[in-house]
Structure formats: structure tokens, C-alpha cells
């Protein structure tokens, strides 16, 4: 039997485990007390990690459609074919572009970077999940420069208060949940924030009820309370008190919000965790960075064992951005205008940059003419769903690299199968900063090759080529100035995992904005609520769908509601005389939709809420909104 | 029967079971893991270490278990058995592990008979390590699975220094000493007392951990631990179903056929009995839906009277795995104590 250490492909906690593999097929997980994240403990999901490989539906050659069918034809012949019609479709002057993913390596995200910026000269370049964080990130770069001070999940354990905006912790991050039980057990305050009574929620000192994509309330309010106790001795940032306080005039604070404040305030230790919301991005930014700004102000950013989490749904998002498969960034995050971080990525690639930016995720999706999808699905991960889906057909020119048969997978022009995470080399990098090595515990199925082989041949196409995954990372090391030293410290034994050291204190600014709420949306007419839930779906993803074991208790909901369900709380249903399985007809602005309501208990009134899944069965509803006002009568 | 053999002589008589079959091991990995793996060589084997935390229960029921081969004849499926024949040593395995294994063929061995486990496990001999030093989160005293064994493995060592006790307790046990018995010889009465001191000090050494089962067992069987008391201390399990994975007596599976080229490996996948759509049945209908019902469910079965009557003993071997594994806090110590004592975090 062989035992392969790698890294968990799922959420961004990061965890490790060992690849189990016997006569070169894989027969399981086992866990690793010495992994500095896991510690020997794993969520449902890590315990599965073996299964999607295995059972998945898995590419095996290259295939081309042509008249209609795809067929399969040589490496060679799939390369050439794809880089000339690329450069077709370029000497035409149509618009082409790159996505690349969030549950891609380092080093696959890298050189889908290079190939858009280098190869195809173009900006166009993003990844499925950016949509959703983008403004999250956003709010906290405000205030703490390119990344977040993260606290480590096992520090967490430690900590005497913890602040967590949480979409639903426990499903989303379990690792990180775990070291908030382990805190709460040891006495500490947990606050949620959510619009939902979760089962974090449910043990929480504190729960403090937000009105979702409207979260800045709550922590608009704590920041007030806590400008209020005065406490200036608390940090070396320095702060404009005053300003920030008139900022916040008009915001006023319940009791609790007041208690809330003061724990956070006194507290030695203290986590700060927010998830992403479905609330417009303008307004989600601010939040976050109130977010940061309140834990900026009580001194928690400055000091060992407290810090903040942005909590990304998939194990690689802190890679992708770092790698630079933003529109507007280079590797390494830095800002694409940056005259000194363009001429450091120029040298390394030896070609002139595009200056212009570059189209994001979801209007890339609606606009180029040829599309690069390296290991994702957009339908399954963008708010716009089945849009993106509709968008890619009418695509002249599709292609597709993944190690499963996707819906994306099916429809490409050119399928390039590569390797998944159980047979590729490469590194990701957790929530936390830190990068770890993936290795193969088997070969590739068929003809697949890793990502990063398929995508340097793609680059040698257009510019140059690399021998290994490690040349890949080297050369990171360069592009990315944080990941300088990282292929050597990652090249010995062990779990090791190199923590990215990016934050600087000096950086920290905390500054009054101009405080904006969320206007109220509700109305007479309209008197509901309709919130897009903003935790990430991983039944759709090949991880889960392919799992034999996890796509059970992801897909048992679906398949009892094919026409998918939103959720209302229960006093709302029986005033409406709505019981579980009827259907309700819904009314925005923007149109209306007949789906059967699910009755929950930890929906506060005046809300309903779409499972992501089912978000488009109300995409006339939402719009293009994560959150609107509805009229809900009994159809 | 017991008898005695040199340390330096293991060597050669692992090398002699190497020619015999597959011996698996605790062996080091290069992150620092000790890890339960079948070995080339006898300098692999790690003589002192901490349980593994992935249990060696893989050996006979491991977490992908190809159990029948079906291919398409022309309108006929044909359906073949796969047995795993291979003869096997399980080296070094901790005395709760070789109780746990003992439990597994017990179940196994109930009608209808598992053929397919117990092929495997009439070919596995267990040659246990009996713990001097008990593990810091073990308690297999409370559940009568060690730190040394009377029963339930083919041959069980024990570490006097120079040399290694070996205590024969089956055929299979006889078995592996004949595959190299010029390397032992009859075990002295000094050297069977100095392992019963061994034995008396090992007990006495035991961490803080404990597990009192007999009340636990008297309020789960007669329905007095409250429905609110179950609801409590669901919120503090994160349904990753690391428990049942790595609990020596867990043997709960689902099964998947693995199909290509029009042949099928029908499998038996390890589950867990705490996820929420494993009692999902067909009409969508769920008998227990709700995480209480699926911690009560695994509690009675691990701790009740009923269980207890028919298994001859709980279904746990006090590993302390659970312990270690748990994302939450509900591992088998905690959920005991609060059955006991009938409240939770108070």
C-alpha cells in the first residue's frame, strides 16, 4: 500500500491527510496527527477526499468536436489545433480570455495567468469564484493592505472572543468550526452575525440577527460601540477617532451590540472570521471593511494569536489571487498598473504586458469569442448560473481543461483531460497563507497529463516552456515576491507547508468612509425578503457530484425537489398557509417565479431564503441581485 | 504456550514472514506519522509509538472493499466473488486493535456470514504488542481490551528488555512461530512473571482519560437520557464521521459499483451511520433525519444493554481515537459522561 501526503482539495482551511493507493488505484484517506492544520482530525468531506478520483466520471484523451461530436485525437494534434485557433480568432481581433480556478494548483493558475497576459496578450482573466469574494477582499485590502493578518485556525482554539460573520460555518469550513468549538468549550465568547440561527449561531453567547447583504449594520454598530469605550492605548494604528465616530452618528446599538463590543474590546486573544455576502458588492466591501476596521482599532491586528479569516469557500482562491488570475492584478496581487511589478513580471516573461484591464468573470463569460476553462465549471460557481452556461454555448471557440466530465467539460470545442488532485504535482495556498505541496499517489487515467504540463505545452505555443512542476514554482517565486524561497522550503520531508509572511502592520489604515446602510428594500407592496444564500455550493462540484459517499447527503434534497425550494420560517408559512412542497409565487421588481417552499425554524420573519443551487429557479426574481423584495402569495 | 525470542532475532523472523505472506507494520512516514502499512523490510517496523490514528482495521475491511466482479455476457450478467486470499501478519498491532479486529469477525461471523471478510481475516494472523506504557488518551481498561491481552490475538509480544515474550493464543499464532522456530525458545517462569508485572505496573499508568460505561449503559438501554440532552450535544458534533471511521468496531458501509468496459467492481465503501443521508430510503423518507437521533442511534448501539447482551461486550475498545479524530467535541468519553452524569458542558 502505498501513503501519499497531500493537501485536502476542498475548503480553504487547508488540511492534510494521507493518499491511500493499492496496485495504483486509490482506496482511501488517512488521517496525520503531525499536520499543522488537521492534526489528525478531518471534515466529512477530507475523510471522502479518495472518492471523486476514483469513481468520478474522468477524461482520458483529448478530444476535438467536429461535426458535432467530440472526438478524440492525439496530444499534438489537440495543442496545435487549440493554439491556432486561438491565434485565429486574436489576428481576427476577437476578444479571448482565460479563467482559471480556484480548485487549480499554484502552479496550473500561474500559467493560465501567463498564457492569458503573455501568450494572448490580453487581461482577460479571472476565476468562477472571484465574483463572489471579490468584494470581501476588497473591503479588508482597504484596511489591511494586500492581505488580511490571518490568524492561525488552531490559534483560534485559543482565543477568548471570536467574531464570525458566518454564512453557515459548520457546513462551510469545519475545520475552522472545530477550533471555534474547542474555543467555546474553554469559555470563550463566540458573536455570530447572520441571518440565520445556525448551529454556530446556537452556540454563541451571542447572536446577532443580520438582514442579509446588510451585515455593515451590525458591525457598524459594534465599531461604534467600541469607538465609544475609548480605547486608544489599545494600538499603535494610528486612528482618528473623532472622524470615525461622526462617521457613525447616525448608527445606534442595542444593548447586546454594546456587550458584544466590550468583550471584543478587553479581549487579549480574539479571531475574526467573515465569510462573503450576497449583498451588493459596493456595500459588501464597506462591511468588510468595517469588519477590519474593528478589528483593527481594539489592537487584534497587531498581536500574536488574534488576527482575521476571510473565509473562501474553495482550497485555492488565496492562490488564484496571488497568482494573478485577476483581471486587474499581476502575480504575486500586486495592482496591474504597478509600473514596478509590471517591469519585474515583463522580464521574467519576456513580452510586453497588455495595459488595458481586463474583462471580469462573469462579463468574460457573456463577451469573448474563445475561452479558456482550466478545472472548473463557471454554471456551478458564478451568481449568474445557467447564464454563464447559455453565454458558453454561443462561444466560437471553447476549451476546456479538467480532470472530470463536467457540464462545461461537455459542450467544449477542444477537452484537454488533465490530472486531479490525487495524480498531479503542484502547491495551493490555504486561508491562512500557507502553501503546501500536492503530490500524486497514482497515475493519470488514460492519456491525462497534470495541468501544468498541458498548460506550459499551451504557453510553449505562444512563449516558452517548463520541465517540472517545481520550474513552475521557482519562476512563481520570482513573478510573486511573496513565494520567493517557497519551492525550496517545500522540497523537504514533511508536512512543512511554507506560511506566506505578507502582512505588514505599517500598512494598516484605518480611515472614515462615508457610512452608508443598505437602504430598506422592503415595501408595502413587497414586504419579503429574498436572499441568495451565500454558502458556496459543493454539491455541484466534481469533488462532491463524483463522491459516492458525499453526493448522497448533498443531492438527496435535490432529488426530492427537482423544481428546487426556497426557505421560509415557519411563522411566516403558516400566515401565508404555506406548508413544505407548496408551491409560492413570488413577485419582485424584476419578475416572478412559482417554486415550492421548505418551512425552517432559524429564518427569522420577513425572509426567504434560495439554497445557491436553486438560485436560478428565481433568477427573474434576483435579477442580478443577491437580494431583493418580494411579494409571496400561496400559488 | 509461551516462548521467547531475542530481540536481535526479530529481524529474521519478520524476513521469514515477509517469505510467507504480507506483513504489515507500524512504520514512520517521512512527515512524522506512524502509520499501520505493509512493509518490504524488517527495519520499517517502528517498536515504540504512540496507536496509529488510522486503524488497522483496513487490513479486514478496508475503506474500498471490492467484494463481486460482474460482467455482461451477451443477455446474462455473470457474477464472480472476489476474495482476497493473500496470507497476512499483522505486526505490532496495539491490543486494542486485536480486540477490535476479534469484534469485527464476531460480527461477521453472525448469519447471514460475511464470506468476503472473513476469507480476509481467516487469513490474517494479529501478532500484538501489549502496552507497557499505556497511550496518554487510551481506556481500553474500561472496556476490557487491554493494556495486555488474554485473549483475541494469535500471538501477542511483550517487550523484557533483551527480549520479546510471545504468548501463543491460536493455530495461526503457532503458525507464524513455526515459520521460524529455531529462532525461540520456551519461555522461563521469570519471564512470564516479569510480563504479569508488566501488565499490574501498565494499569496503574493509565492517563485521565476514563470511560464509566456501567451507568452510561443502565440510562441509555431503559430510555432515561433525555431527547434535549441528545438535541444539546448534537450542536457540538460537526458530522465528519471521524468516529466511525477509525473506531476498531465501526463496520457500517455503503456499496458503489466501480464500472468500465462493461465489467463492474461492485464495492463496499466504510460509511458513517452520522451522516445525514446514510438512513435516507428510497421514498425520500429519512428515519433519522435529525443529528440527535443519528448520535442516539450510535450510542445505543455502541453502549446499550441490548448490544451489550448480544456482542458480549460494548462497541468500543478504548483506542481513544475517537478522541483525537473528533472535529467536535462528542467523542465516546465525553457522550458517556454525559449520559452519566445527564447534562452536557454544566
Given at each position: 500500500m502505498v501513503t501519499v501526503p497531500t493537501a485536502c482539495p476542498f475548503c480553504s482551511c487547508g488540511c492534510g491527510f494521507y493518499l491511500l493507493a493499492r496496485e495504483g488505484q486509490l482506496v482511501g484517506v488517512a488521517p496525520s496527527e503531525t499536520h499543522p492544520v488537521s492534526e489528525g482530525r478531518l471534515c466529512a468531506r477530507g475523510w471522502s477526499a479518495h472518492e471523486a478520483a476514483l469513481w468520478g466520471d474522468r477524461l482520458r484523451q483529448p478530444l476535438l468536436r467536429r461535426n458535432g461530436k467530440q472526438e478524440s485525437v492525439s496530444w499534438d494534434e489537440a495543442l496545435d489545433h487549440v493554439a491556432g485557433r486561438l491565434k485565429e480568432l486574436m489576428n481576427a481581433g476577437k476578444p479571448v480570455g482565460v479563467l482559471g480556478s480556484s480548485r487549480a494548483t499554484n502552479e496550473e493558475n500561474y500559467l493560465a495567468g501567463r498564457l492569458a497576459r503573455a501568450g494572448l496578450q490580453t487581461n482577460n482573466v479571472d476565476f468562477s469564484y472571484h465574483p463572489i469574494c471579490r468584494p470581501l477582499l476588497a473591503g479588508l485590502e482597504e484596511v489591511c493592505g494586500k492581505h488580511a493578518p490571518s490568524i492561525r485556525l488552531n490559534d483560534i482554539a485559543s482565543s477568548q472572543v471570536i467574531l464570525l460573520t458566518e454564512g453557515n460555518l459548520a457546513e462551510t469550513h469545519p475545520r475552522a468550526a472545530s477550533s471555534i468549538l474547542r474555543a467555546v468549550e474553554k469559555g470563550a465568547h463566540l458573536i455570530t452575525v447572520g441571518y440565520r440561527k445556525t448551529q454556530m449561531a446556537r452556540l454563541a453567547s451571542l447572536h446577532l440577527q443580520a438582514t442579509p447583504g446588510n451585515e455593515g449594520e451590525v458591525i457598524n454598530g459594534l465599531l461604534a460601540a467600541i469607538l465609544d469605550l475609548r480605547l486608544q492605548d489599545r494600538t499603535s494604528v494610528p486612528i482618528g477617532y473623532d472622524a470615525l465616530r461622526r462617521d457613525l452618528e447616525t448608527v445606534k446599538g442595542t444593548e447586546e451590540v454594546r456587550q458584544a463590543a466590550e468583550w471584543i474590546a478587553r479581549a487579549e486573544r480574539a479571531a475574526f472570521l467573515i465569510a462573503p455576502s450576497c449583498g451588493p458588492g459596493d456595500q459588501s466591501r464597506k462591511d468588510a471593511a468595517a469588519f477590519a476596521k474593528l478589528a483593527a482599532i481594539t489592537g487584534h491586528l497587531d498581536k500574536p494569536a488574534s488576527g482575521l479569516l476571510p473565509l473562501l469557500a474553495r482550497s485555492n482562491v488565496r492562490g488564484a489571487c496571488d497568482m494573478g488570475v485577476v483581471p486587474d492584478r499581476l502575480p504575486g496581487y500586486d495592482p496591474l498598473d504597478d509600473a514596478r511589478s509590471r517591469q519585474r513580471v515583463q522580464d521574467i516573461w519576456g513580452k510586453k504586458l497588455p495595459s488595458a484591464p481586463g474583462l471580469r468573470a462573469e462579463s468574460l463569460l457573456q463577451s469573448v469569442s474563445g475561452l479558456i476553462v482550466v478545472a472548473d465549471d463557471p454554471p456551478s460557481v458564478v451568481p449568474i448560473g445557467q447564464r454563464a452556461m447559455a453565454a458558453m454555448e454561443r462561444i466560437e471557440f471553447l476549451v476546456v481543461l479538467d480532470a472530470f466530465l463536467t457540464p462545461t467539460a461537455r459542450i467544449a470545442h477542444a477537452l484537454l483531460p488533465i490530472a486531479s488532485l490525487a495524480e498531479t504535482e503542484g502547491t495551493v495556498t490555504n486561508m491562512e497563507g500557507r502553501v503546501q505541496r500536492l503530490r500524486a499517489a497514482t497515475n493519470p487515467p488514460g492519456e491525462a497529463r497534470t495541468g501544468w504540463q498541458v498548460l506550459a505545452e499551451l504557453c510553449g505555443r505562444f512563449t516558452s516552456s517548463y520541465s517540472s512542476a517545481s520550474d513552475v514554482l521557482r519562476e512563481i517565486g520570482q513573478a510573486a515576491p511573496?513565494?520567493?524561497g517557497v519551492e525550496q522550503r517545500l522540497s523537504e520531508d514533511g508536512w512543512g507547508g511554507a506560511l506566506l509572511k505578507d502582512f505588514d502592520r505599517a500598512k494598516l489604515v484605518v480611515q472614515p468612509t462615508r457610512t452608508t446602510g443598505l437602504a430598506a428594500l422592503t415595501s408595502v407592496e413587497r414586504p419579503y425578503l429574498l436572499a441568495r444564500d451565500v454558502?458556496?455550493?459543493?454539491?455541484?462540484?466534481p469533488l462532491v457530484s463524483f463522491s459516492p459517499t458525499l453526493r448522497r447527503d448533498y443531492q438527496s434534497e435535490r432529488k426530492l425537489f427537482p423544481n428546487g425550494f426556497v426557505e421560509i420560517g415557519k411563522g411566516d408559512a403558516d400566515a401565508l398557509k404555506l406548508s413544505g412542497g407548496r408551491q409560492a409565487r413570488l413577485t419582485s421588481v424584476h419578475g416572478e417565479a412559482m417554486v415550492p417552499v421548505l418551512v425552517r425554524t432559524d429564518l427569522k420573519p420577513g425572509l426567504l431564503v434560495v439554497p445557491y443551487t436553486f438560485r436560478d429557479r428565481v433568477s427573474n426574481v434576483l435579477g442580478t441581485e443577491g437580494v431583493t423584495a418580494v411579494k409571496v402569495e400561496r400559488a | 504456550m509461551a516462548f521467547s525470542i531475542e530481540k536481535k532475532a526479530v529481524t529474521k523472523w519478520l524476513e521469514k514472514l515477509l517469505e510467507a505472506g504480507e506483513v504489515v507494520a507500524p512504520v514512520r512516514t517521512p512527515c512524522g506519522d506512524v502509520l499501520f502499512s505493509t512493509i518490504r523490510s524488517a527495519e520499517e517496523v517502528v517498536w515504540d509509538f504512540p496507536n496509529p490514528l488510522h486503524p488497522p482495521k483496513e487490513f479486514v475491511l478496508p475503506q474500498t472493499d471490492p467484494i463481486v466482479k460482474i460482467r455482461r455476457n451477451g443477455q446474462h450478467h455473470e457474477v464472480e466473488a472476489i476474495h482476497d486470499g493473500t496470507r497476512r501478519f499483522l505486526f505490532n498491532a496495539r491490543s486494542c486493535d486485536a480486540k477490535g479486529i476479534a469484534f469485527l469477525t464476531r460480527m461477521h461471523e453472525m448469519?447471514?456470514?460475511?464470506a468476503s471478510y472473513l476469507r480476509r481475516s481467516g487469513n490474517l494472523t494479529v501478532i500484538s504488542l501489549a502496552c507497557a506504557t499505556p497511550c496518554p488518551l487510551g481506556f481500553c481498561v474500561c472496556t476490557d481490551s487491554g493494556p495486555f491481552l488474554s485473549d483475541s490475538c494469535d500471538a501477542q509480544l511483550t517487550d523484557l528488555g533483551e527480549s520479546y515474550l510471545v504468548e501463543v493464543g491460536s493455530a495461526k499464532g503457532e503458525a507464524a512461530v513455526a515459520e521460524a522456530q529455531s529462532l525461540f525458545r520456551k519461555a522461563t517462569e521469570d519471564e512470564v512473571s516479569r510480563r504479569k508485572n508488566l501488565e499490574v505496573a501498565a494499569r496503574n499508568h493509565f492517563g485521565e482519560e476514563t470511560c464509566h460505561f456501567a451507568s452510561a449503559m443502565r440510562r441509555i438501554s431503559t430510555g432515561r437520557v433525555p431527547d434535549a440532552l441528545w438535541e444539546k450535544m448534537g450542536d457540538w458534533c460537526l458530522e465528519c464521521g471521524g468516529c466511525n471511521l477509525v473506531c476498531p468496531t465501526c463496520y457500517c458501509f455503503g456499496v458503489k459499483d466501480l464500472g468500465r468496459d462493461g465489467t463492474w467492481i461492485r464495492c463496499r465503501l466504510r460509511d458513517s451511520c452520522q451522516y445525514a443521508a446514510f438512513t435516507l430510503e428510497a421514498s425520500g423518507h429519512n428515519p433519522r433525519a435529525l443529528r440527535k437521533d443519528r448520535m442516539k442511534r450510535r450510542f445505543f448501539h455502541k453502549v446499550s444493554a441490548q448490544y451489550y447482551t448480544r456482542d458480549g461486550t460494548v462497541g468500543c475498545v478504548g483506542c481513544g481515537r475517537c478522541i483525537k479524530v473528533c472535529l467536535g467535541t462528542t467523542h465516546m468519553p465525553a457522550v458517556v459522561a454525559a449520559i452519566r452524569k445527564g447534562k452536557w458542558h454544566e
Open positions: 511573496g513565494y520567493a454558502a458556496f455550493d459543493w454539491g455541484h462540484d | 448469519e447471514p456470514a460475511d
